[in-house]
């Protein structure tokens, strides 16, 4: 209780300085968790794609029609270069055992071995799986368990395998933009339920495919497949459409880190200095402790405790956020995954602080004999 | 006697700098930092506000005249102005093709904009229909979901079409003599048959402030932060300095003495950084801006007079606080 005590009155004597660096800090630590959260989002639609299924496919999209919807003409699949299309279609409502409704997403064969999202549990939808299975968003799983039957507009059950990671973006495949880009073809809080249906789909495709060339066709016909999608409407190769995505993310970054970067290093170099300021200033009165009979490690255990409290109170405040407050994190956006990834970095910056507090408390103290420091600050 | 506080000074800065190099150099790297945040933020601001606010002009057809539009986009590109010629095409609808000099600003499908080159090629708007005359004399090769069609100035000149309305953009780096000049030459290149009208959108001052107070809020409250540590340098004068009160030093002289010793190493860090910042631009700073533009001397230095303004204010009204009126009062305080 006594040392709590003298660890307080070290921060009551510099509480103005402590305040605002803790305040920097918090702030920082705040927009820094929040941009990570929005990298991991963007960056996610990315790493979802398996580049070895893709490498040779084109991306392709069609215009808007004149009522806002429009899609995938069957004749690309009929077209002789063509091996396969990466596509998602509208299953419709799905019911489950408990009467509640959900939307899903029916995923072509070739959509699975294209498209790989992490798991939270169970397994990732099995591109030969000879019954009909469903994935769905580990946020929105409601009352769903493994191994839960869903009743589709047809009849058909689907059997539920597992659980996608989190705030994971479920790939979407509606969006018609001029831009395409990895997360553009992904969307952010999807509640819907992806399917696969071994060798049929339902419903009528989105209107964004990647079209997939056949290994053994000629360069002609590869140049027609081309001509004919681009008459169609936008298309880009799987290299640029990386290309596109990589500059989406720079934009993001340079848009996001660089505020939360230059804070936290403020705060963190004005912590340090504070913290050793306020080391400074309470040498005489830990002299006198010593002479009273006060052993080195405790007091030098005062000095760290100050200090360290006012460390951690940012990364406390982050993590209440994280938790308890995670929708206060957004800042207006939907597109962020937050998840206990992001725990691991801001324990480790506060391991570092604190292991930095004992170091500078070591530094700036503990190198001195007793009877040095009464001669240093005494005198 | 301002030789003598230069002196006293002098000695007290070599005397700190020696005795706790720790919290100096973290003082320097710390406040280096803030101006390395303070510049980021002014040279994108000023880039944002410079483009936004780019002079720009509607030239509106209001007497027949045949132009030559080859000759305008040439006059056009010789003064890098961004030029959108607009050709109405039916007055009942609002049909109409635009021909620009800067098609990066417009995204197409299906096509690349070199396939215009060709004369009687068009890629046509999905949003307004193209009248039959002209959808018959045109070859589409690919679409857009801009209002416009677009075509080439080739096609435009074959068509024989005048503009009855071009939209320019100037870039923000033009001199006013330059401007002048080119707008002159646009007249009377255009036998002054269209209207020139200036449609430069200015930021709004409530706008401007609305980025400005928040930028400089962010970066007082990390200096003061940073400056908190300039306390120590205070604490260390304190006692020295209320003899030299007792002994009948004036009170501005109390204040500037810790002030010398305060500014210099607040211009030393903020020489640092912009020192750094120029070295490191092209590896470091230029990829983290929102933009790609290149910081001239004139930003450096409004961004530092600016930060040291800033810094020299919060400290002398610190000082000013700190050391009061009475010298007796300042001497007994720190007996304490």
Not at chain 1, 53 to 63: C, G, N, R, S
Not at chain 2, 60 to 77: C, H, K, Y
Not at chain 2, 236 to 262: F, T
Request: overall charge negative.
């Amino acid at each position: 209780m006594k040392t709590l005590y003298l660890s307080f009155s070290v921060l009551r004597r510099n509480w103005l300085a402590f305040l605002i660096v803790c305040a920097v800090m918090t702030v920082a630590l705040t927009l820094l968790v929040s941009a990570v959260a929005e990298y991991r989002h963007i960056t996610a639609a990315r790493d979802a794609l398996q580049a070895e299924v893709l490498t040779e496919a084109t991306f392709f999209a069609l215009p808007m029609d004149s009522e806002g919807y429009s899609y995938l003409p069957q004749e690309i699949l009929a077209s002789p270069a063509c091996k396969t299309v990466v596509t998602l279609a509208s299953g419709g409502l799905a019911k489950d055992s408990g009467g509640e409704y959900y939307n899903t997403t029916v995923f072509s064969h070739a959509a699975v071995q294209a498209i790989a999202l992490p798991m939270q549990s169970g397994r990732y939808l099995d591109p030969h799986a000879d019954a009909p299975e469903a994935v769905i968003s580990d946020a929105y799983r409601g009352n769903l368990s493994l191994g839960d039957t869903l009743v589709l507009k047809d009849g058909t059950a689907v059997t539920l395998v597992g659980f996608v990671r989190g705030e994971m973006p479920l790939p979407d495949f509606n969006s018609w933009g001029t831009d395409m880009s990895a997360d553009r073809l992904f969307e952010a809080n999807n509640d819907n339920v992806l399917v696969f249906l071994p060798d049929r789909m339902i419903g009528t495709p989105r209107p964004v495919a990647a079209v997939i060339p056949r290994e053994d066709a000629t360069e002609k016909e590869r140049l027609a497949l081309s001509e004919f999608l681009a008459s169609l409407g936008r298309t880009v190769s799987f290299a640029g459409f990386m290309e596109r995505t990589e500059l989406t993310i720079d934009a993001a970054l340079r848009e996001k880190l660089p505020l939360p970067l230059f804070l936290l290093v403020i705060a963190t170099l004005a912590m340090i200095s504070v913290a050793a300021l306020a080391i400074e200033r309470s040498m005489r009165e830990q002299s006198r402790y010593f002479l009273l009979g006060c052993s080195k490690r405790r007091s030098m255990g005062i000095l760290s405790l100050a200090v360290s409290a006012v460390f951690s109170l940012p990364i406390a405040v982050n993590l209440v956020l994280l938790y308890a407050f995670p929708d206060f994190l957004r800042f207006d956006t939907d597109a962020y995954m937050l998840g206990n990834e992001i725990l691991l970095p801001l324990l480790l910056y506060w391991g570092a602080c604190l292991l930095l507090t004992f170091a500078l408390t070591y530094l700036l103290y503990g190198k001195y004999s007793p009877l040095a420091f009464y001669r240093k600050n005494l005198t | 006697m301002i030789k003598k506080c230069l002196y006293i000074a002098a000695g007290k800065l070599k005397h700190f700098l020696t005795d706790n190099p720790f919290v100096f150099v973290m003082f320097f790297l710390g406040s280096a930092a803030c101006s390395l945040m303070f510049l980021y933020f002014w040279g994108n601001l000023q880039y944002t506000v410079s483009t936004s606010q780019a002079v720009s002009y509607t030239a509106t057809l209001r007497s027949p005249a045949q132009t030559d539009n080859g000759t305008l986009f040439a006059i056009a590109e010789t003064y890098d102005v961004r030029m959108d010629a607009i050709y109405a095409l039916s007055d009942e609808t609002d049909a109409a093709l635009l021909c620009t000099n800067r098609p990066e600003n417009f995204s197409v499908w299906g096509c690349e904009w070199t396939d215009l080159d060709e004369a009687g090629t068009v890629i046509v708007s999905d949003i307004s229909l193209l009248p039959d005359e002209f959808a018959r004399k045109l070859r589409t090769v690919g679409r857009t979901s801009s209002r416009y069609c677009f075509v080439s100035q080739n096609t435009v000149s074959s068509l024989g079409l005048p503009a009855t309305e071009i939209r320019l953009t100037l870039p923000h780096t033009i001199s006013s003599a330059k401007q002048t000049e080119f707008l002159q030459t646009f007249a009377q290149n255009t036998s002054h048959a269209y209207l020139l009208t200036e449609t430069t959108r200015t930021m709004p001052v409530g706008e401007l402030l609305g980025v400005v107070l928040p930028m400089l809020a962010v970066y007082l409250l990390c200096m003061f932060a940073m400056l908190y540590i300039l306390v120590y340098v205070l604490e260390g004068m304190a006692y020295e300095l209320s003899v030299y009160g007792l002994l009948g030093a004036s009170n501005a002289k109390l204040v500037l003495i810790p002030a010398i010793v305060q500014s210099v190493l607040l211009a030393a860090a903020n020489g640092g950084a912009v020192l750094l910042h120029v070295l490191l631009y092209d590896v470091l700073f230029s990829r983290i801006n929102l933009y790609e533009f290149a910081y001239s001397p004139a930003m450096y230095l409004q961004a530092s007079v600016l930060m040291l303004a800033l810094s020299f204010a919060v400290m002398f009204i610190y000082l000013r606080f700190r050391i009061g009126n009475y010298a007796v009062v300042n001497f007994r305080r720190n007996l304490q």
